[in-house]
């Protein structure tokens, strides 16, 4: 593909909602505990172009992995308008956060599982943290220092620590970042029998020349049969 085909973005051009496709896994499926299953996602938008091109890039794709005990359950949780434990998650997807953080393991920074196992959910330490997102931290990690992101308003900061503290303990709830990757589907609780997962990707676009604070999110999702 040259470079005269990929889309341009005219300012009387409204803006489109972003598609979502899963490639793998597919359809229906049923897994075993405690597997890593593989995923792969293609994205596409009428003005940013498409991921199989890289006009789309991994890094703004967003993954999430629910556990629900059962399909009557599942589908309650997705029928929500605003679902809370989402709440925050694209700010640090924005930020760049998953750069150097997972939700449940360590990279170059600590998981925000171990934030929020260090931390207790109180004003005290909400306020601690968002002081270290902003203004960076140094030794409290190891050798590893927080840098500074003084562009990230309070309020956004606020968003972020909150939902670090209220929702990375969550053992049933999973972030990832990437047009590839791999699911963990372990057992919330040592007794689980059987649920489901729900796969969820996200891709937010760019807007429009004219509006491009009118940003559109696409999403799609999938059920994972767990037994």
Request: proline share 5%; charged share 25%.
């Amino acid at each position: 593909r040259d470079l005269h085909s990929f889309p341009t973005r005219r300012s009387s051009d409204l803006n489109h909602a972003p598609n979502i496709k899963f490639i793998e896994p597919s359809g229906k499926t049923t897994q075993t505990w405690n597997e890593l299953v593989p995923y792969s996602i293609e994205v596409s938008d009428q003005e940013d172009g498409e991921s199989r091109f890289q006009e789309i890039t991994s890094a703004e794709v967003l993954v999430k992995l629910k556990y629900e005990e059962n399909q009557a359950k599942a589908s309650l949780y997705l029928k929500q308008k605003k679902i809370a434990d989402s709440i925050g998650v694209n700010s640090m997807l924005i930020s760049n956060c998953f750069n150097c953080h997972a939700v449940k393991m360590k990279l170059s920074g600590p998981s925000f599982l171990d934030i929020s196992n260090r931390y207790q959910n109180t004003n005290k330490y909400r306020d601690l943290l968002v002081n270290h997102i902003k203004k960076g931290s140094a030794g409290i990690w190891g050798k590893e220092a927080m840098p500074s992101h003084p562009e990230i308003s309070d309020s956004v900061a606020v968003k972020m620590v909150k939902w670090i503290l209220n929702y990375a303990k969550d053992p049933g709830l999973n972030y990832f970042v990437g047009l590839q990757g791999s699911l963990p589907l372990n057992k919330p609780t040592a007794t689980t029998q059987r649920g489901l997962y729900i796969v969820e990707a996200f891709y937010t676009d760019h807007g429009t020349v004219d509006l491009p604070d009118k940003k559109l999110t696409g999403s799609s999702f999938m059920i994972i049969q767990m037994k």
